[in-house]
């Protein structure tokens, strides 16, 4: 059997005993995390987020690069369609984590150049090397970005071998 039979099967039985019609588009928690696509760092189970509480973003090395701003605009967006706001209400945290596979490629300009919307000798600046560092920057872009002001805005680095965030940047 393959994965996709394995899944399907599993939403049978989440279908038929946790499915729960009551959850919103709009988390509980009023949360959005972004965070890396590595199978170890799902946001949810590291933070302990039960269903319908947080949303999550999720691409290569967690990072907030052009294409996760535009989404977030979207989100704001599809937000305010439904009578609803990303503002001071909400909280956008960034989660990197120890020993991220991006930083096998940190090496690698021609790939990293495009990704981060940035010129190939300009990828140094990106802190591919250093989830602690990437935080931070990742951090005061969205807090720069006006389409999200009002926004609380805070970083987490999670440690894959102890299992453990730390908050880098506070609210």
Same mark, same amino acid.
């Given at each position: 059997? /393959?994965?996709?039979?394995?899944?399907?099967?599993?939403?049978?039985?989440?279908?038929?005993?946790?499915?729960?019609?009551?959850?919103?588009?709009?988390?509980?928690?009023?949360?959005?995390?972004?965070?890396?696509?590595?199978?170890?760092?799902?946001?949810?189970?590291?933070?302990?987020?039960?269903?319908?509480?947080?949303?999550?973003?999720?691409?290569?090395?967690?990072?907030?690069?052009?294409?996760?701003?535009?989404?977030?605009?979207?989100?704001? $967006?599809?937000?305010?369609?439904?009578?609803?706001?990303?503002?001071? /209400?909400?909280?956008?945290?960034?989660?990197?984590?120890?020993?991220?596979?991006?930083?096998?490629?940190?090496?690698?300009?021609?790939?990293?150049?495009?990704?981060?919307?940035?010129?190939?000798?300009?990828?140094?600046?990106?802190?591919?090397? $250093?989830?602690?560092?990437?935080?931070?920057?990742?951090?005061?872009?969205?807090?720069?970005?006006?389409?999200?002001?009002?926004?609380?805005?805070?970083?987490?680095?999670?440690?894959?071998?102890?299992?453990?965030?730390?908050?880098?940047?506070?609210?």
């Amino acid at each position: 059997m /393959g994965a996709v039979e394995t899944l399907t099967g599993r939403n049978k039985d989440f279908a038929e005993s946790r499915y729960d019609a009551s959850l919103r588009m709009r988390p509980t928690l009023a949360t959005i995390v972004i965070g890396c696509v590595d199978a170890r760092v799902d946001p949810a189970g590291v933070l302990g987020a039960a269903p319908g509480e947080i949303m999550a973003i999720r691409n290569v090395g967690g990072r907030v690069t052009p294409h996760a701003l535009d989404e977030l605009f979207i989100l704001r $967006n599809v937000a305010r369609a439904v009578g609803d706001d990303i503002d001071p /209400g909400w909280d956008l945290i960034v989660m990197h984590h120890t020993q991220c596979g991006i930083t096998q490629v940190h090496d690698r300009p021609d790939l990293l150049a495009p990704y981060f919307g940035v010129a190939e000798d300009q990828v140094d600046t990106m802190r591919v090397g $250093n989830p602690y560092d990437a935080v931070a920057l990742d951090v005061s872009v969205l807090r720069a970005d006006e389409r999200l002001a009002g926004a609380r805005v805070a970083g987490l680095v999670y440690d894959v071998t102890t299992g453990r965030v730390e908050t880098v940047v506070e609210p």
